[in-house]
C-alpha cells in the first residue's frame, strides 16, 4: 500500500536504465531538466539540489522533489517523452505552476498527483472545512511545499473553495474546485485587480507584516459570476498566507455549500 511521503527519486530508480537521475548544485540555470540522449537510447533527468542546504543529509526539500516529480512527468507523460525522443531537446523547468506552456502545466498536474495522490489526501482533505493550518500540516506528512499542496487539497476538495495566488498586487493564478465552478464562481484572469480590503492584506505582506490573516468578502469580489445574482451575492471566507519564498500571498476562498447551492429538500 502507497503512504506519504512518496519518494519521487524511487519511482525515477524503477525506470532504470532507461532513466537515470541526477542531482547537483545547478545554482540558477534550471530547477530540473529532462534530457534524451539517442546514441545510449536513455532518459537523463538533471535536478537541482540548491534548495536543499537546510535538510538534512539524505532528503530533499519539497521544492527539489517537486522538480524530480515534474521531469517525471515530462518522462511519463506519452507526448513528453515522443518529443523529447523525437527532438532530442532538453528543458528546462522552473517553479510551480508559474508556467502558462500546456506541456508544464501537465507536469505541474502530473507532479501533483504523484507526490499527492487522490487516494491519500482526497479524503483527509474532505474530513471537514480546511484551513492554512491544516494544509501546512500536510505539507508535513507528503512533504510537499505550501503552495503545491494548497493547489491540490482545492483540487480533490468536494466543497466550494478556490486558491488564489496574489503576486505584486494581481492575481498571478486561481485554482477553483469543481463546486465552485458548478456553483457559478468562475476564475478571474491572470493579472486580474484584487478586491479594496485585499489590498491592504497585500501591504502588510509586502510590509513583512503577514504571515496568517482572515477576512471576509463577497464571492463577485474574487470570481467571475456572471449574470448568477446567488454566486455573486455569496459570502466568501478569506484566509491568507504569505509565501516569501515565492513573494506570493496565497489566499484560500471557501463558500458555504448552502449560499451557492439551492437545497434540494426545500
Ligand atoms: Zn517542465
Redesign the pocket.
Known sequence: MTTAPIDPLAVAASEKPLLSAVGADFRDRFD?Q?EYHWSKNRFLLFYNTKYDVYVPAGEHHPRTRFSVA??L??YFIEAHRAFLRRTGKS???RGEFL?DRT??TE??AFAAGLLMPASLLGPIVNEGEMSFADIERWAGEFKTSVTSTARRAVELSDFPCALIGVREGRVAYSFHSQAMIEGGCYPRPRGSDLPPDAQSKVQAFVGGNLWDDKGQAFARDWCQTYDNDRAAEAPVYEYYCGVPSMQTLLVLLTVPEEEIFLDEDD
Open positions: 530540473g529532462l515534474h521531469e512527468g515530462h528543458h528546462p523547468s508556467s506541456i508544464e507536469a505541474d
